[in-house]
């Protein structure tokens, strides 16, 4: 079964250290990886994606997330965090199903930044 | 910039009551999208909609639920006879095109508590 997972459930950081926030993947094909952001009461807000070529993506807000075929890893980074980076974290995986894609998200990752 | 915006952002229902969730979609994207995110759960797809018809569907998307493009801009989410257990965050998401590179755009979300 084609999934995605975040052995993470909270991540705390120091602001101004760096953040990793972890998650694997498991699919068939090509996998087209994404990496969305919830603020509380907001909706899922994109970040960044990967669909092929340069294994490290550049996203917003300073966040880049790092492609690793060999460990199915798409981990998300950013050099230094900042206390306004505290939010749920989600990685997903677009799947292809009859010419229609759908996401498939981990079960979210929350990022805390002490100050 | 363009966004999917979402009506109510907050319904409370009674168990059995039939309650219809409101989505306005970018405006040139051509994919719809609904997902739930029960709290505290991860983000789950629930159908995708493409020429007013439904291309795909999940297991949660059973006989109580509806899907309709009413008109050139709405897109809408009918559950008929509300559970308790309906209640969850619903997203409406659109795409411009279908294949799973491309990213999908998710509203702010519509809080259903079914008391």
């Known amino acids: 079964a084609q999934s995605v997972a975040q052995p993470e459930d909270q991540v705390n950081v120091a602001e101004g250290n760096p953040l990793t926030v972890k998650c694997t993947y498991s699919?068939?094909?090509?996998?087209?990886l994404f990496w969305y952001v919830q603020y509380p009461n907001r909706g899922l807000q994109f970040l960044l994606k990967?669909?092929?070529?340069?294994?490290l993506v550049k996203g917003s807000y300073g966040f880049e997330a790092e492609f690793n075929k060999s460990q199915t890893s798409f981990h998300l980074k950013k050099p230094s965090a900042l206390v306004s980076d505290s939010a749920l974290y989600f990685c997903?995986?677009?799947?292809?199903?009859?010419?229609?894609?759908?996401?498939?998200f981990g079960a979210g990752t929350r990022l805390a930044v002490h100050p | 910039e363009p966004e999917v915006t979402q009506t109510p952002s907050h319904q409370v229902t009674q168990m059995g009551q039939e309650v219809i969730l409101r989505c306005v979609p970018i405006s040139n994207h051509l994919y719809f999208y609904w997902y739930r995110q029960i709290l505290g759960q991860k983000v789950e797809f629930l159908v995708s909609f493409y020429n007013n018809e439904i291309s795909e569907k999940s297991e949660i998307f059973d006989d109580q639920f509806s899907v309709e493009r009413p008109d050139g801009s709405n897109f809408t989410l009918k559950i008929r006879s509300t559970k308790l257990e309906d209640s969850a965050m619903y997203f409406c998401?659109?795409?411009?095109?279908?294949?799973?590179?491309?990213?999908?755009?998710f509203g702010p979300g519509t809080r259903l508590l079914v008391l």
């Open positions: 699919v068939s094909g090509n996998p087209y």
């Open positions: 997903a995986v677009s799947l292809s199903a009859g010419g229609y894609n759908k996401l498939i």
């Open positions: 990967y669909i092929t070529g340069d294994n």
């Open positions: 998401a659109s795409i411009v095109r279908a294949p799973p590179q491309e990213t999908q755009y």
